[in-house]
């Protein structure tokens, strides 16, 4: 077995609320972690769940959580101290290079990986067009964290205009790449605004990468569980990130993911 591949039980050096729902788990290590992947964080007697890593700085990693189900909900009751498994890192990364110009497009916990690319991005000397949406200013996250990064303009947008554009962070985008060269456009966050990020980005002849969730139970390729058809790929080994243009041939893109015993869930039930 790889070493990633076993869990380390480490306790929650500190938590920090970002939002009613969502909040931030420090521990003090470092895995190694690239921005995009992921670890499987074990819950002791309550479960394994995959969580994108916020930040691996070399000190500490930071991961997000939103209270979501009975996994999330029982971790969002977690104290400094309490100790957890931690997996990984798995997957594959956002790859940035030395002073490119990105548009990070991220929506509700899925800016918290961004952040992370950001952070890094701006060590390399990028530019970073941020474009966050959110369905109310109460509901952003990480908006002091990114305001404290260099070269990062930060734009916003909530559903009920209670600050920045009214409306979706996608016509936000749109507008960033009429004003501004980019060379990449990341996102992550709920797969029909990545879906309509990368038709944005594939008429704008910008090359655009989603990170993409699927139920997992491994993480690291051996279960099958996280198969996406008809390219048979596992996106815990092929993904989370990904070109779009892979994404958009899965029969399942944008429209449903399935749960633990392979009953669909659809994005936008009718
Ligand atoms: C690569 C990846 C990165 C993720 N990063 C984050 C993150 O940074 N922060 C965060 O809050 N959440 C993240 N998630 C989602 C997180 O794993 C689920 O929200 C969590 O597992 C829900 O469990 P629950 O018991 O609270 O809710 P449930 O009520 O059981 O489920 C809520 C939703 O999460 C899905 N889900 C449940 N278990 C899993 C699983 N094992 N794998 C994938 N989806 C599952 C369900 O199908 C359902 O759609 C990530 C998922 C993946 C695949
Ligand atoms: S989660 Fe097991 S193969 Fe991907």
């Known amino acids: 077995m790889n070493k990633e591949q076993l869990p380390i039980v480490v306790p929650i050096a500190k938590i920090e609320d970002e939002n009613e729902i969502v909040k931030n788990f420090y521990f003090d290590i470092s895995i190694g972690a690239k921005p995009g992947q992921f670890v499987m964080l074990w819950?002791?007697?309550?479960?394994?769940?995959?969580?994108?890593?916020?930040l691996d700085d070399g000190k500490q990693l930071v991961l997000t959580i939103c209270s979501r189900g009975k996994a999330t909900q029982e971790m969002a009751k977690m104290k400094v101290g309490d100790k957890l498994g931690i997996r990984g890192p798995f997957g594959t990364h956002f790859l940035t290079n030395e002073g490119e110009t990105l548009a990070l497009v991220g929506g509700g916990y899925g800016a918290a990986p961004?952040?992370?690319v950001a952070y890094e991005a701006a060590k390399q000397g990028c530019k970073i067009e941020f474009i966050e949406g959110a369905r109310s200013e109460k509901h952003l996250v990480y908006m002091e964290k990114l305001k404290a990064l260099?070269?990062?303009?930060?734009?916003?947008?909530?559903?009920?205009?209670?600050?920045g554009h009214k409306g979706y962070n996608t016509e936000v985008l749109k507008k960033v790449l009429e004003d501004t060269k980019v060379d990449k456009i990341m996102t992550c966050g709920p797969e029909i605004m990545m879906q309509k990020v990368g038709e944005i980005g594939e008429e704008a002849g910008v090359n655009t990468f989603v990170s993409i969730e699927r139920y997992m139970k491994c993480g690291f390729g051996v279960c099958g569980q996280c198969v996406v058809d008809p390219l048979g790929i596992r996106t815990c080994v092929s993904g989370p990130v990904m070109n779009y243009k892979v994404a958009k041939m899965f029969d399942d893109f944008g429209q449903y993911h399935r749960d633990s015993v392979g009953k669909k869930e659809y994005f936008n039930p009718k």
């Open 114 to 116: 961004l952040y992370f």
């Open 43 to 54: 819950m002791p007697g309550v479960d394994e769940k995959p969580i994108s890593v916020a």
């Open 150 to 163: 260099e070269n990062t303009n930060i734009h916003i947008s909530t559903d009920d205009g209670s600050v």
